[in-house]
């Protein structure tokens, strides 16, 4: 599994236009959080058994780039939460999950790879 960072306004832009073409997940972290912990863990240690290169996977570090955490909360027209999955296919989000309900299978459904 290859995280990509998901840093600016830009990497935003770029990351909508790539999903029209491929889907694409950015799951939000907090670093200081341990249910953000035990979540990222599980997507790691799932990803690529379930997922895989499917579906492009961005880390956004809420506490570093907060800012860019609301861009993607207004663009995509999600709640803010943390930790979140967010699925996006075609500009849109497809799937949004938070906390210790996010699943590597869940996305594999909605790519229609289940």
Known sequence: MTWHPLTSAEELDALL??????????????TTCSISATAK????RQWDGVVGEAVKLYYLDLHR?????????????VVHE?????L????VC??????LGIRAEAVKEKVGKG
């Open 65 to 77: 780039y907060r800012p860019v955490s609301n861009e993607v909360a207004a663009r995509l027209r």
């Open 82 to 86: 943390s930790p979140q999955l967010l």
């Open 88 to 91: 996006i296919q075609d500009g």
């Open 17 to 30: 236009t790539e999903s029209a073409t491929r889907p694409v997940a950015i799951f939000k972290h907090s």
């Open 94 to 99: 497809t799937y949004d999950a938070s906390h």
């Open 41 to 44: 863990n599980r997507l790691d």
